[in-house]
């Protein structure tokens, strides 16, 4: 089945950093592309990077030099390094394959920017 379970948000100053986890169960699927998306109040859910199996990356325009996807292949795990954020960051993060199983959304993780 499989499982995604997102964390590390919070609310930190503009130019601040997190680091979002997302904790993957059913490992048949984590060897797909993975990606993180972000939703914001009012606009529709985006795509900000993703990871192939082999660890090539893609970044969404806005995020590129800050953000930092990276997948731990042993224990089953993606991160997002998010590094010099801005109050336009602020959002709900999700993580999911790439391109997405929409019946895999997890809870997602709030990221708060203040500027």
């Known amino acids: 089945q499989g499982q995604l379970v997102e964390s590390g948000g919070g609310l930190v100053q503009s130019g601040g950093s997190l680091r979002l986890s997302c904790a993957i169960s059913?490992?048949?699927?984590?060897?797909?592309?993975m990606g993180w998306y972000r939703q914001s109040p009012g606009k529709q859910r985006e795509l900000v990077a993703t990871?192939?199996?082999?660890?090539?990356?893609t970044y969404e325009d806005s995020v590129k030099g800050r953000f930092t996807i990276s997948r731990d292949n042993a224990n089953t795990m993606v991160f997002l390094q998010m590094n010099s954020l801005k109050p336009e960051d602020t959002a709900v993060y999700y993580c999911n394959l790439h391109p997405p199983d929409h019946e895999k959304w997890g809870r997602g993780t709030q990221v708060t920017v203040s500027s």
């Open positions: 059913g490992s048949i699927f984590f060897w797909f592309p």
């Open positions: 990871i192939t199996r082999g660890g090539s990356t």
